[in-house]
């Protein structure tokens, strides 16, 4: 019974949540919102030429909304992770603790590949 109460107490509570306000309000001018403004990467902060443009062509990071759902130009996008690792292990600031875990990671991602791929998964 006390379950049931205390539910129904925290239901109420939350139903009578109003929300956060919104504070961009009135802030944004129309020269912000205009449809002629050119994407930028989010890495290197250039504009991107092409908005229909999978990779920035400075930096080669993702610039498109639907790249990493592409399956062949999704390729450098999911396996980027493994070039970031290895900088890491041969950068000569990383920690020993650190460089011990990255390279545990590589091989247990390399044996999960292998084990899936000689299945066939």
């Known amino acids: 019974m006390l379950a049931i109460i205390l539910v129904w107490r925290f239901l109420r509570w939350f139903s009578s949540f109003k929300g956060f306000p919104d504070p961009w309000e009135g802030e944004i001018d129309s020269e912000e919102l205009n449809s002629d403004s050119k994407p930028i990467c989010l890495k290197c902060q250039r504009p991107v030429n092409n908005p229909s443009q999978y990779y920035c062509p400075n930096c080669g ?14 390729i ?10 290895w900088k890491r292990l041969k950068n000569p600031e990383t920690f020993i603790l650190t460089k011990i875990m990255l390279f545990v990671l590589i091989l247990i991602t390399l044996s999960a590949m292998v084990l899936l791929f000689s299945f066939g998964i």
Do not use: A, C
């Open 76 to 85: 450098p996008f999911n396996y980027s992770i493994f070039g970031k690792i």
């Open 61 to 74: 990071n993702v610039t498109g909304d639907y790249t990493r759902y592409m399956p062949f130009i999704n």
